[in-house]
């Protein structure tokens, strides 16, 4: 049995005040690739010579033409796919400019409430998990 490669992600966690619970900005995959139309964090794989930072500054311009400003860490998650294991930091983030769908089929800004009305990609449930406790309104 032969390992399964390793690879080192990034994704930026974009907030922005709404009434009640804060607003954070999440992306559709396209259909032609891996976990199709299921919603994620924007980012990507970190290339060798490049900091996880750079990282997501490059992906998010590749992504959506979209120049960001990178803050601190928000959290970090192992996940083990069939055939790959990743290692995903997503960092608090700020969105420069206007995105634009180079990428992705949709954008969206939802509420952690409102988390369970989208099917997310399996790496991103914990995450998921923790913004609700975190920003998420009790009731």
Known sequence: MTAKPHREVV?????????????FFICRRPPYKSNPLLWEFVGGKVEA???????????????????????????????????????????????????????????AWIKPSQIKNYA??????????KILCDFGTVR
């Open 11 to 23: 994704a930026g966690l974009f907030l922005r005040k709404s009434e009640g619970e804060p607003e």
């Open 120 to 129: 997310f990609c399996p790496a991103d449930k914990q995450i998921l998990a």
């Open 49 to 107: 010579g490049e900091t996880p930072q750079e990282a997501l500054v490059r992906e998010c311009k590749e992504e959506m033409d979209a120049n960001i400003a990178v803050g601190e860490i928000y959290t970090e998650v192992d996940h083990e796919y069939e055939d790959i294991f990743i290692h995903l930091t997503l960092y608090f983030a700020e969105l420069l400019e206007e995105p634009k769908l180079l990428e992705h089929v949709a954008f």
